[in-house]
């Protein structure tokens, strides 16, 4: 029994689903309250799974994967990936995150999709991190996730009657 949190115990699963809007909205915030992720992709021996550095546009997600790497090598091979999105949490009363699911697009330098991503990216902050200062961006391949599935987690929800797992499809 949770004293502070009566709305957190075990009887207290309510199914009811989010208002698309109000969805998205919490799906954003969450993309914008961190900058790491874990990308899973399928490898030739199984899932591999990688934190990385990635930037939100809206619900599309924009990764620079290093040129070669196995993420990268995996996601040339099959597209399909999951990206894991979570907020630091200290107790069930504030576990926050969302799950994307949809195939990798690999952007090619100079086209209009990548330099989009580049605008979103924070390249700028990344070189500098990394000692690659530079006033023109890396020129490897860049990736975007479009999700198709996203799977919200909150359990605050319940407190409103909300089902503490929303699923957002992109054709619902």
Not at 71 to 93: E, F, H, S, T, Y
Request: glycine share 6%; charged share 20%; net charge positive.
């Amino acid at each position: 029994m949770s004293a502070a949190h009566r709305w957190l115990e075990p009887e207290n699963w309510p199914k009811v689903p989010m208002p698309r809007q109000d969805l998205e909205t919490r799906i954003e915030r969450i993309l914008t309250l961190t900058n790491i992720a874990y990308l899973g992709t399928l490898g030739k021996n199984g899932p591999i799974v990688s934190p990385l550095e990635f930037y939100a546009d809206g619900l599309d997600v924009y990764v620079f994967p290093q040129p070669n790497s196995p993420k990268l090598k995996a996601m040339q091979r099959d597209p399909r990936i999951c990206l894991a999105v979570a907020n630091p949490m200290a107790g069930w009363a504030c576990a926050m995150g969302c799950q994307l699911f949809g195939n990798a697009e690999l952007l090619d330098p100079g086209t209009s999709d990548w330099n989009r991503g580049m605008q979103v990216f924070k390249w700028v902050a990344s070189s500098f991190e990394i000692g690659r200062i530079s006033s023109e961006p890396p020129r490897g391949q860049l990736m975007r996730l479009r999700p198709d599935r996203i799977v919200y987690t909150e359990h605050f929800l319940r407190r409103d009657g909300f089902a503490p797992r929303q699923i957002w499809l992109r054709n619902p």
